[in-house]
Each structure stands twice: as C-alpha cells, then as structure tokens.
C-alpha cells in the first residue's frame, strides 16, 4: 500500500483521465446537439404536405387541411395572395406533372418491351 502522496498522485491521474473522457463524451453530445439542431431548423423550415384533407375559404383566406387526423394541421392562405400566385403555381404543377406522367409512361413501355 502508497504512501498518501501515492495515493493522491493516483487519484490525480484518474481524475486527470475521467476529465479526457469526459471532454471527448462533451465532444460528442455536442456534434450530437448540433446535428439534431439542423434537423429540427430543416424540419421548422419545410412543410412537406402529400394529400390534403380539408379545402375551403372564409374572410378572404383559403384552408388547407392535411396531416393524419390524429395530427391535424392547417395551412391557411391569403387568397389575394394565391391569386396572384395562381400563374406560377399552375405553371409549374404543370410542369412537374407532366415530368411525372413521361416518366411513369416510359416504366411502362419498358415493362412492356420485356414481356
């Protein structure tokens, strides 16, 4: 058995590692913090809406119901807005529909080819 100096120097080095250990676990919560901050800034950021559930129109604005019905959400629109927005907006969902239905005719023709 030590010497208290031995005693105290020992425990000095295995406080001195704790302390290593501890400053790389920090390390790694925070890059942890950071990531899910970006994910949590993306997620704020954008509303991805797949099907709505709900459409309708009062005092000048325009809901939109969508989400589970369990996790109900609304999207509501100025109309003088959407109007003005109406020309881009049914540009471009005509565009990209009309993307969707060539690629969607090209699998078929390829299944076909196969058969």
Same mark, same amino acid.
């Not at 959400?73 to 009309?98: A, H, S």
């Given at each position: ?39 949590? @800034? ?7 809406? @797949?099907?709505? @559930? ?8 325009? @809901? ?52």
């Amino acid at each position: 058995m030590g010497t208290s100096k031995d005693i105290l120097i020992e425990k000095i080095y295995d406080l001195k590692e704790e302390n290593k250990e501890l400053k790389v676990q920090k390390e790694e919560l925070e890059e942890y913090i950071r990531e899910l901050q970006d994910k949590l @800034h993306e997620n704020i950021s954008y509303t991805y809406i @797949h099907e709505t @559930h709900n459409l309708w129109c009062q005092d000048g604005e325009m @809901h939109i119901g969508y989400n589970d019905v369990d996790d109900e959400k609304w999207l509501v629109y100025n109309t003088e807005q959407l109007f003005k927005d109406l020309p881009f907006i049914i540009n471009q969902v005509v565009k990209e529909n009309k993307k969707m239905q060539d690629m969607y005719l090209t699998q078929i023709k390829d299944e076909l080819k196969e058969l």
